[in-house]
């Protein structure tokens, strides 16, 4: 620093001084001067660069690197499951430097974790500002207005990751989330046939494809993706989510063997809620199995004792109820 003071920075400001003098002069410059001017004055800032000058940017470059290491020390708590410590050290870390984009971003997921949906869609509004606008977190921001019910945001984000990088899957499977949100299910269809073509093992996008199959009375498209679905996985491994959305199209099909053998596959993996507790008992009773299906209507109203559409199935049941046979026999699915 010393030999900055005394040598080097006061001969730029000597090539300086005397370069603004003529210009404030006019006096004539030579053209071959001002390249002489120029190469001395880019060497000397390579000399100050080189030199004990460079302790002016050292502050900063330690900032860096902290706050990475803050961060990093965050993702190893994120690991361990530790979300409050994670999210201390990813404050400290932007607090270090602000301009530290992965932080930012690890930040808002635990912010999401932890309830506080609006202050991690601002943090991660800004990572994706300091990425300049990476489209994975594009659309990791989307996901976060789609879920607050913020359709046009959601929108916009898939549309801006589509035009940054058209071949990424996930910015077509939000814009088809947001197309089935809207009620609009031919183009999310679209939508997430297009994120299948590039990439075909896409769990959440074809479980959606199949749903969407479902909503529009076709359940023998909806059972070629599910099959699709489950052929990646090895057969004591499918997601109880897709067994069970494969009981539902076997329902729709009249298949009621079939389907009260896959929702009670899928509850036995764990897929246990009312609603399809008593798509199992009313598949129960369609295939014939009455007193199945009272045990799974008992145990449905156990859960939940105001759920309607279970007492009136029990009171069919309790009523033997004649038409069930015929229904059966024709293939009239009953919802």
Same mark, same amino acid.
């Given at each position: 620093m010393i030999g900055c003071r005394r040598g080097l920075l006061p001969m730029l400001r000597h090539e300086y001084v005397a370069y603004g003098w003529r210009q404030k002069t006019s006096l004539p410059y030579p053209r071959e001067s001002r390249y002489v001017w120029a190469v001395r004055f880019l060497l000397l800032c390579g000399i100050l660069l080189g030199t004990g000058c460079r302790s002016f940017v050292r502050p900063e470059i330690e900032d860096v690197v902290q706050s990475r290491q803050l961060s990093l020390s965050g993702m190893h708590a994120m690991h361990r499951g530790e979300w409050r410590e994670a999210e201390s050290m990813f404050t400290r870390a932007i607090e270090t430097s602000a301009t530290n984009q992965r932080a930012r971003c690890c930040y808002a997921e635990a912010l999401w974790r932890r309830g506080a949906t609006q202050e991690a869609i601002v943090q991660m509004q800004e990572s994706v500002r300091l990425s300049g606008g990476d489209p994975a977190l594009r659309v990791r921001l989307g996901e976060m207005h789609l879920a607050e019910r913020e359709l046009d945001a959601a929108?916009?984000? &898939?549309?801006?990751? =589509?035009? *940054?990088?058209? +071949?990424?899957?996930?910015?077509? $499977?939000?814009?088809?989330?947001? @197309?089935?949100?809207?009620?609009?299910?031919?183009?999310?269809?679209?939508?997430?046939?297009?994120?299948?073509?590039?990439?075909?093992?896409?769990?959440?996008?074809?479980?959606?494809?199949?749903?969407?199959?479902?909503?529009?009375?076709?359940?023998?498209?909806?059972?070629?993706?599910?099959?699709?679905?489950?052929?990646?996985?090895?057969?004591?491994?499918?997601?109880?989510?897709?067994?069970a959305m494969r009981g539902l199209a076997y329902k729709d099909l009249g298949r009621y063997h079939d389907a009260s053998v896959s929702l009670?596959?899928?509850?036995?993996?764990?897929?246990?809620?009312?609603?399809?507790?008593?798509?199992?008992?009313?598949?129960?009773?369609?295939?014939?199995?009455?007193?199945? &299906?009272?045990?799974? =209507?008992? *145990?449905?109203? +156990?859960?939940?004792?105001?759920? $309607?559409?279970?007492?009136?199935? @029990?009171s069919r049941l309790d009523l033997g109820d004649v038409q069930v046979v015929a229904q059966r026999d024709q293939g009239m699915p009953q919802r």
């Open positions: 929108a916009r984000q &898939a549309t801006e990751a =589509i035009r *940054q990088n058209p +071949r990424l899957p996930s910015s077509w $499977a939000l814009r088809g989330d947001v @197309l089935a949100q809207r009620n609009q299910p031919e183009a999310a269809l679209a939508s997430y046939h297009r994120a299948l073509s590039y990439q075909p093992h896409f769990p959440r996008v074809q479980l959606a494809t199949a749903e969407i199959h479902r909503q529009l009375h076709q359940p023998q498209r909806a059972l070629v993706a599910l099959h699709a679905l489950e052929d990646a996985y090895r057969p004591s491994e499918v997601p109880g989510n897709v067994v009670a596959q899928a509850v036995n993996l764990g897929v246990v809620n009312v609603d399809l507790m008593y798509q199992l008992g009313e598949a129960q009773m369609l295939a014939g199995r009455p007193h199945d &299906a009272r045990l799974t =209507i008992l *145990q449905t109203l +156990r859960a939940d004792p105001e759920h $309607a559409p279970s007492h009136q199935l @029990l």
